[in-house]
């Protein structure tokens, strides 16, 4: 559906037609996010006569836990030691031996069933008890609200808000974290084990949406992120987390699971993430921008916000820039002096000059400065590769890299600067496909 995240399938079979209607609830009512998570479908026969089948055999905690399933006429209840879940329908639904959901119905012209598979409810209500036509109406609403504020109008509008509305879908409403991706191990490419789990929420990836919904006039996801991340872990400056689960906690320890299979039999099936516990500078740089932007429009800086967040920050690349790290990349073994993550040391020190002269607070600009300029010199001279005449990955490497595209856009050197302009022709040339 136009400009919302609701799903709407039209069946067109030998003169018969049927529209399939999929959403998850959402509004700008408190009482919303207070609700388990549903997923409604409604399903309309428009014309003539069509058969389909209900399927669903669910499984908990990654496929090792069969649930005990009860039926209670329209209605199928799915428990386990630690999940819940219930599927409520129109229809009097029926069990197989093996204890699967499994349900053949037919439709006729005007017919309507509705379905809604609720998880964390331990017990089942009536399908009509969770209204679904007012859902829909709310949660059309809230969707088309929200577009209407957005403030773009350039070229592939239509893609540009398809795209916003996929990132929006990223942010968990009662915090306002934002997660990388909603589910795990999607193959990074088929012929490595890139498989991994990026269900938690980077301060890096983070910045990077907020900077999306910056850019479209969105200011608002901006404030609530940095609110979620304050409360969440008061220790920003010197103890900062790569990521955090929805729930601001910290991320659980990596594990293969090896009876399951991915994304077209892709192995292995991961579930937490090792890259917790890296450490990766270039996230300082990447909460400071975000604090810039912020502050230029929804959040103010105290003088309690200056000197527990910004100072601390600030000064921890001061000390630790020179520092070996795994990048923007994350890659597992040595330590490297990546180049990408000293461009934004650089970057976090200028948002930091900004926002103290935007806020009042100027003693420490002159610190801040003069790192600066020892990064632009270390960047310029142990970061440019000769031989491939542009910025490389790492010091002492000719490998390129394309997070360095990223140097015009956060202020280290001009657009139109010949080492940029050679850099992007280099990227393109030998990394684009």
Known sequence: MKNTNILVTEFDVNGSK??????MPCSSSRDAWA?????????NCVEGHAKFLIDLNPRFDYGRVEPEVKLDGANAVFKGPRDEMVLASTLRLKRTKSGKVRQEFEMWSGDREEFVLSYGEAYPRQVEAYNSTEQLRRTELFWRSWVKRLKYHGRWRSEVIRSALTLKLLVYGPTGAIVAAPTTSLPESYVRDGNWDYRYSWIRDSAHSLWAFHLLGDTSEAARYLRWLIETDPALDLNLRLMYNIQGQPVVEEQKLSHLEGYRGRRPVRVG?????????????????????STKKEVSVSGEMYYRF?????????????????????LRGKKQHYVETKAWCYAGLERAVSIARISGHKRDVSTWKETMKAIKREILSKGWSQRKRAFRMRYGSDDLDSANLMMPLIGFLRPRDPRVVSTVDAITKELAQ
């Open 310 to 330: 910004v100072k601390p920050l600030a000064g921890f690349i001061v000390d630790h820039w020179q520092e070996p790290g795994n990048g923007i990349w994350e």
């Open 273 to 293: 993430n090792a890259a917790a516990h890296q450490f990766q500078m270039d996230a300082y740089g990447y909460l400071l921008d975000a604090l810039f932007f």
């Open 18 to 23: 049927v529209i399939l209607t999929d959403f």
């Open 35 to 43: 609700a388990p998570p549903e997923i409604h479908r409604m399903l």
